[in-house]
């Protein structure tokens, strides 16, 4: 069996995100080790942006939302991201503005065209309600 067949589909994606928001046993730990994944299978990346939407709404201890953050700026600053990252970038802001805010301005001085866009966007956001 391939790595590719190994990686969840579009419908188990949909049903983790799901389970996520219901709370049920072992989705939020599922759903994390997902997104931390660097995988290119088919829908993963709408599926990161789902779960980066979804993390809003469920409430994560200290270290998930640092792992969170560092995951995604670590994304970030190397230029690992495709399409529907700016979801991802959105939950950063929300666990850690000021972290965020740093790492965006640290990624203005990329050699990567579409870092320096991503961070600048990132610079664009509000701050989180309390």
């Not at 640290?106 to 320096?116: D, F, K």
């Amino acid at each position: 069996m391939s790595k590719a067949d190994e990686w969840p589909n579009k419908a188990q994606l949909l049903q983790l995100a799901d389970e996520l928001l219901l709370g049920e046993a072992n989705a939020l730990p599922h759903a994390l080790a997902f997104f931390y994944q660097e995988s290119r299978g088919h829908w993963h990346n709408r599926a990161r942006a789902m779960l980066a939407r979804r993390f809003k709404h469920v409430v994560l201890d200290g270290r998930q939302r640092e792992q969170l953050c560092a995951c995604i700026l670590g994304r970030l600053s190397a230029g690992n991201f495709t399409e529907q990252f700016i979801d991802q970038l959105k939950l950063a802001w929300r666990l850690d503005p000021l972290l965020t805010r740093s790492a965006a301005q640290a990624a203005l001085g990329s050699t990567r065209a579409h870092v320096r866009r991503y961070a600048q966007r990132a610079l664009s956001f509000t701050a989180p309600p309390l």
